[in-house]
């Protein structure tokens, strides 16, 4: 089979532009799935966080009952010790959506006593999106509550060192397999 320039070009350009789209899909994730943010029937958000995939530009939607529930986001620290008091960002209207802005660690809990420790908390790691750049270790995620408040320099700090690592990694594989790609169809020339 005789490759022409123009067909290795095409190629080659069909690849970026498929590159390109594929950025520009974002997700919404119902965090539980159909149990929805709860305590009854016993959700296991580890479970559910695994089973999916989070990429920078994607969102939570976070479906309760408002007389019961709400969400809470919170620094790591504020998370393993189901600490409410001292939220980035408070959700109340019973249908949040959270937008996941950048690669990294995002925490949330139910701030109703009690709840965090049955189990209503979620942490959710994000990576990069497909072609963006790798996450700077200095960046944090940031909310983007419809009621609520920034997170504070020194609770933004104690979480920004974890966030680097895996979008790093993630973009340098892009990178390699997408260059592989190029090299290999421009040998066919």
Not at 98 to 123: I, M, N, S
Not at 142 to 158: K, N
Not at 174 to 186: D, E, I, P, R, Y
């Amino acid at each position: 089979m005789v490759f022409s320039r123009v067909n290795v070009w095409s190629v080659i350009v069909l690849i970026i532009l498929m590159g390109m789209l594929g950025e520009s899909v974002a997700s919404v994730h119902k965090v539980g799935g159909s149990a929805g943010w709860t305590i009854l029937g016993k959700v296991d958000y580890n479970k559910w966080t695994s089973s999916d995939t989070f990429t920078a530009g994607d969102s939570l939607l976070f479906v309760y009952n408002s007389q019961f529930h709400n969400v809470k986001q919170v620094s790591r620290r504020d998370f393993l010790s189901c600490n409410a008091t001292s939220d980035m960002a408070t959700y109340t209207s019973g249908s949040d959506t959270v937008a996941l802005t950048k690669p990294g660690h995002f925490y949330f809990l139910c701030g109703f006593p009690g709840h965090c420790q049955a189990g209503q908390r979620l942490h959710v790691l994000v990576g990069a999106a497909i072609g963006s750049p790798s996450l700077s270790p200095t960046s944090t995620p940031v909310p983007s509550p419809s009621t609520g408040s920034s997170p504070s320099p020194a609770r933004a700090s104690e979480d920004s060192a974890q966030n680097g690592g895996f979008s790093a990694s993630v973009s340098t594989a892009l990178t390699s397999a997408m260059s592989g790609v190029v090299v290999f169809l421009v040998a066919l020339l």
